[in-house]
C-alpha cells in the first residue's frame, strides 16, 4: 500500500506484505503529512484500487 502525493510522486510506503482476504481497517498516522488531497494504492493480487485521501490539519 503506497502513498502519493497530488502531482503522483509517491511519499510514503504505508503497508508492504500480505493480508489474509475480507474487510479491513487500516489507520494512518497523518501528523507528518501536511495538509492537502493524497492518494493510497492498495494492490490485491491482479486488482488495484486507488482511495482519495485529505488530510486537513486546520
Known amino acids: 500500500m503506497q502513498m502519493f502525493d497530488i502531482t ?3 511519499i510514503a510506503n504505508l503497508f ?4 489474509e482476504a475480507g474487510a479491513k ?5 497523518t ?3 501536511p495538509s492537502g488531497v493524497y492518494f493510497v494504492s492498495i ?14 490539519h486546520r
Open 25 to 29: 481497517e487500516i489507520l494512518v498516522e
Open 31 to 33: 501528523n507528518s503529512f
Open 8 to 10: 503522483g510522486r509517491k
Open 16 to 19: 508492504d506484505g500480505l493480508i
Open 43 to 56: 494492490n490485491a493480487g491482479s486488482q488495484k484500487q486507488v482511495i482519495k485521501l485529505v488530510i486537513d
